[in-house]
């Protein structure tokens, strides 16, 4: 049995399409010439253009899976919702906020603190707590003792403001710490980021971290899927042989990572213009957030010297196509040569965004 793909429609509703396309030659969706273990004769294929009615060029592909089951003559279709959206914010294109240097600051991309889109910096006490069982909004008289406690869990972040109004935190923030956001580099009271050499650490077992290091903490006000350092060549990059960076994820969940040393970076070309130009000739490395978000991401230098001009987050964003209608035709061939078609359509409604269809033959006699 063979499939073919011989156009199809995109649209908002009903008989409203904004895109049709008959390709020529028809998509060949390949022969199969035995059924799976169900006894169904499957077909896989995909389509790639854009879904959304929105004057922007954004085309995505989507997949899906036609079966045919010749014992109840029918084709069960499965439409797969297209691929995320990659949105990706560097902390380049921010602005400053007014004031400083101080141990808090702002990167702003709505201009001010009222949109969802800014990112807190904090230097933070590198052997601070990292997280407790207690919310300090659950008491009457909150206590804040943890970095988590300042990052609070998800959107609605701490703003710049807040956290100032809680200091003195000796636990949690030096009293002569100065942020340092800019593409010369984010860190604590100059633009690198310094680790103390003093021996193993007595708070994380395994790492080098001591109360002599430097640390800052970085928050995107929205909840990411993954976050990008880019660390500078100068001040000779960073040799994981004989420095020590470590990261500590937060989650959006509440949960809270271990801290990680950086040990794989990846080296970034001199004329590699994918990226920023503050990173070229350095390397980065990228922090997955895998099944959860994201909340905020503290690094701390152990041992050695990084300047980190750069810091990007990136967001998965996933969306519904609009209505689509599929038109394919069915070739049977029997043991004989003799070949008998079948021309059919599937339309699938935006939403649910994903769902199986099955469409009876016009004439289940025709294939025998």
Same mark, same amino acid.
């Given at each position: 049995?063979?499939?073919?793909?011989?156009?199809?429609?995109?649209?908002?509703?009903?008989?409203?399409?904004?895109?049709?396309?008959?390709?020529? *030659?028809?998509?060949?969706?390949?022969?199969?010439?035995?059924?799976?273990?169900?006894?169904?004769?499957?077909?896989?294929?995909?389509?790639?253009?854009?879904?959304?009615?929105? /004057?922007?060029? %954004?085309?995505?592909?989507?997949?899906?899976?036609?079966?045919?089951? *010749?014992?109840?003559?029918?084709?069960?279709?499965?439409?797969?919702?297209?691929?995320?959206?990659?949105?990706?914010?560097?902390?380049?294109?921010?602005?400053?906020?007014?004031?400083?240097?101080?141990?808090?600051?702002?990167?702003?991309?709505?201009?001010?603190?009222?949109? %969802?889109?800014?990112?807190?910096?904090?230097?933070?006490?590198?052997?601070?707590?990292?997280?407790?069982?207690?919310?300090?909004?659950?008491?009457?008289?909150?206590?804040?003792?943890?970095?988590? #406690?300042?990052?609070?869990?998800?959107?609605?972040?701490?703003?710049?403001?807040?956290?100032?109004?809680?200091?003195?935190?000796?636990?949690?923030?030096?009293?002569? !710490?100065?942020? =340092?956001?800019?593409?010369?580099?984010?860190?604590? =009271?100059? =633009? =690198?980021? @310094?680790?103390?050499?003093?021996?193993?650490?007595?708070?994380?077992?395994? !790492?080098?971290?001591?109360?002599?290091?430097?640390?800052?903490?970085?928050?995107?006000?929205? *909840?990411?899927?993954?976050?990008?350092?880019?660390?500078?060549?100068?001040?000779?990059?960073? #040799?994981?042989?004989?420095?020590?960076?470590?990261?500590?994820?937060?989650?959006?969940?509440?949960?809270?990572?271990?801290?990680?040393?950086?040990?794989?970076? !990846?080296?970034?070309?001199?004329?590699?213009?994918?990226?920023?130009?503050?990173?070229?000739? /350095?390397?980065?490395?990228?922090?997955?957030?895998?099944?959860?978000?994201?909340?905020?991401?503290?690094?701390?230098?152990?041992?050695?010297?990084?300047?980190?001009?750069?810091?990007?987050?990136?967001?998965? @964003?996933?969306?519904?196509?609009?209505?689509?209608?599929?038109?394919?035709?069915?070739?049977?061939?029997?043991?004989?040569?003799?070949?008998?078609?079948?021309?059919? !359509?599937?339309?699938?409604? *935006?939403?649910?965004?994903?769902?199986?269809?099955?469409?009876?033959?016009?004439?289940?006699?025709?294939?025998?």
């Amino acid at each position: 049995m063979s499939l073919t793909l011989d156009s199809y429609r995109i649209g908002t509703s009903g008989t409203s399409f904004f895109t049709e396309v008959d390709p020529e *030659p028809n998509v060949s969706l390949g022969t199969v010439t035995a059924p799976d273990g169900d006894g169904n004769y499957v077909f896989d294929g995909s389509i790639t253009a854009d879904f959304t009615d929105d /004057g922007e060029d %954004n085309e995505q592909p989507v997949e899906f899976t036609l079966k045919f089951d *010749p014992d109840a003559d029918t084709y069960t279709v499965i439409l797969n919702t297209p691929p995320a959206q990659k949105t990706t914010k560097s902390s380049a294109d921010g602005s400053l906020d007014a004031g400083g240097p101080d141990a808090v600051r702002t990167l702003l991309f709505g201009g001010d603190e009222d949109g %969802n889109d800014d990112i807190v910096f904090f230097g933070a006490v590198p052997t601070a707590v990292r997280s407790d069982l207690t919310v300090p909004g659950d008491d009457e008289d909150p206590v804040y003792d943890s970095i988590l #406690d300042l990052i609070e869990r998800g959107e609605g972040d701490l703003t710049e403001e807040e956290i100032e109004a809680l200091l003195p935190l000796p636990n949690l923030i030096n009293a002569n !710490t100065q942020m =340092n956001v800019s593409t010369s580099g984010i860190g604590i =009271n100059n =633009n =690198n980021l @310094d680790g103390a050499d003093e021996g193993g650490s007595d708070v994380f077992e395994g !790492t080098s971290i001591t109360s002599g290091d430097e640390s800052f903490v970085v928050n995107p006000e929205e *909840p990411v899927d993954s976050v990008t350092v880019y660390i500078s060549s100068t001040v000779q990059g960073y #040799d994981p042989g004989t420095e020590e960076l470590y990261y500590t994820v937060y989650y959006t969940d509440g949960t809270v990572g271990e801290p990680m040393k950086v040990t794989d970076p !990846t080296p970034i070309a001199k004329n590699d213009m994918d990226v920023p130009k503050e990173a070229r000739g /350095g390397s980065s490395f990228t922090i997955e957030g895998g099944d959860k978000q994201i909340d905020a991401v503290q690094l701390t230098m152990g041992l050695g010297t990084v300047k980190i001009p750069v810091i990007e987050f990136t967001t998965f @964003d996933t969306f519904d196509p609009g209505a689509l209608s599929l038109d394919f035709t069915a070739t049977l061939e029997d043991g004989d040569e003799d070949t008998a078609t079948d021309d059919f !359509t599937v339309d699938f409604s *935006p939403e649910p965004p994903a769902e199986a269809l099955s469409v009876s033959l016009d004439d289940p006699d025709v294939l025998l």
